[in-house]
């Protein structure tokens, strides 16, 4: 049985006569006659009577005519399911993030691109950077957005945010008290407060990069608290027990009993990318319509923000 078959019959089931058929189906008469006795050669039974009179549907035909309609409606649907996808229009968007990327934009990324694109599937996961590398390496992930110094090889990126690390500390502290350090707080100065930090397997580049700025200052830090999210960091900072080195953002975050104060130390920027692995927004692998419509949005935001 062949989907061409199934057209042949529906339609002359519609019409009922041979040649009214054959003209809406653009073929002669003898092709359609052809198409249905091969129909029912195939089905093993007789799914019309014909007479020179008129043509009539079989208890076998009118049994077939809602299967048939089905199956075509559904191969229908398919098709279009598959173009849709390859347009970028349908299916899933896995999209893996670090949770400081709710203030830097992310939401602004998301609105528009699910506006231009309702009836895709996006998929969120709220991931440290070391978990979001392993996503996109085993393609579990589409895209994601991670904390990172250095992109490893077989990775696309798009640096979404360059920031500078800022000191964290309690309300209490003397130096969250006006007036301010001139110029910010020197490292130095932290050196006898207990660090509440990010741990390294969830971000291991900034965890060891902020490790090395502490003692670059001569401050070997007293790491007391290991974190696997920055909102975290900020809370233990804001309850008194101890004192952080934050991405500058975290500044917005709102949380009551913290203070941020500028370095006077220079440091690296903090930098935040957008990842996928290289070459799967191109048009020869997959889900690369839906992949290359979102890295445009995430490009355009990144030019608005500057």
């Given at each position: 049985?062949?989907?061409?078959?199934?057209?042949?019959?529906?339609?002359?089931?519609?019409?009922?006569?041979?040649?009214?058929?054959?003209?809406?189906?653009?073929?002669?008469?003898?092709?359609?006659?052809?198409?249905?006795?091969?129909?029912?050669?195939?089905?093993?039974a007789?799914?019309?009577?014909?007479?020179?009179?008129?043509?009539?549907?079989?208890?076998?035909?009118?049994?077939?005519?809602?299967e048939?309609?089905?199956?075509l409606?559904?191969?229908?649907?398919?098709?279009?399911?598959?173009?849709?996808?390859?347009?970028?229009?349908?299916?899933?968007?896995?999209?893996?993030?670090?949770?400081?990327?709710?203030?830097?934009?992310?939401?602004?990324?998301?609105?528009?691109?699910?506006q231009?694109?309702?009836?895709?599937?996006?998929?969120?996961?709220?991931?440290?950077?070391?978990?979001?590398?392993?996503?996109?390496?085993?393609?579990?992930?589409?895209?994601?957005?991670?904390?990172?110094?250095?992109?490893?090889?077989?990775?696309?990126?798009?640096?979404?945010?360059?920031?500078?690390?800022?000191?964290?500390?309690?309300?209490?502290?003397?130096?969250a008290?006006?007036?301010?350090?001139?110029?910010?707080?020197?490292?130095?100065?932290?050196?006898?407060?207990?660090?509440?930090?990010?741990?390294?397997?969830?971000?291991?580049?900034?965890?060891?990069?902020?490790?090395?700025?502490?003692e670059?200052?001569?401050?070997?830090?007293?790491?007391?608290?290991?974190?696997?999210?920055?909102?975290?960091?900020?809370?233990?900072?804001?309850?008194?027990l101890?004192?952080?080195?934050?991405?500058?953002?975290?500044?917005?975050?709102?949380?009551?009993?913290?203070?941020?104060?500028?370095?006077?130390?220079?440091?690296?920027?903090y930098?935040?990318?957008?990842?996928?692995?290289?070459?799967?927004?191109?048009?020869?692998?997959?889900?690369?319509?839906?992949?290359?419509?979102?890295?445009?949005?995430?490009?355009?935001?990144?030019?608005?923000?500057?």
């Amino acid at each position: 049985m062949e989907f061409r078959h199934l057209r042949c019959f529906l339609m002359l089931a519609e019409e009922l006569h041979f040649g009214r058929a054959a003209l809406r189906l653009a073929m002669t008469q003898p092709p359609l006659s052809v198409a249905i006795r091969q129909l029912e050669a195939s089905v093993g039974a007789q799914l019309f009577v014909r007479s020179s009179k008129s043509v009539q549907l079989t208890a076998a035909g009118r049994a077939l005519l809602p299967e048939a309609q089905a199956l075509l409606a559904r191969a229908r649907h398919a098709m279009q399911l598959a173009q849709d996808v390859a347009q970028g229009q349908a299916g899933s968007l896995r999209i893996g993030f670090v949770g400081a990327m709710l203030y830097r934009g992310l939401p602004q990324m998301l609105q528009p691109f699910q506006q231009a694109h309702p009836r895709l599937r996006v998929e969120l996961r709220e991931l440290s950077s070391a978990e979001q590398l392993l996503e996109l390496q085993h393609d579990r992930l589409d895209v994601g957005f991670a904390h990172l110094a250095d992109v490893p090889i077989g990775l696309a990126h798009i640096l979404v945010a360059s920031q500078p690390l800022v000191a964290c500390l309690p309300h209490s502290h003397a130096l969250a008290q006006p007036p301010q350090p001139v110029g910010g707080v020197l490292l130095a100065q932290l050196g006898a407060e207990p660090l509440a930090l990010v741990s390294r397997t969830v971000s291991p580049d900034y965890h060891d990069r902020i490790l090395a700025l502490c003692e670059q200052a001569g401050w070997q830090p007293q790491v007391r608290h290991e974190l696997r999210h920055w909102l975290s960091v900020v809370s233990v900072v804001s309850q008194g027990l101890g004192v952080a080195l934050v991405p500058e953002a975290l500044g917005r975050s709102g949380l009551a009993g913290a203070v941020f104060v500028p370095l006077a130390n220079a440091s690296p920027p903090y930098e935040t990318r957008c990842l996928w692995r290289a070459g799967r927004d191109q048009p020869d692998s997959g889900n690369h319509a839906a992949l290359s419509a979102f890295l445009a949005v995430v490009r355009e935001r990144v030019a608005v923000s500057g």
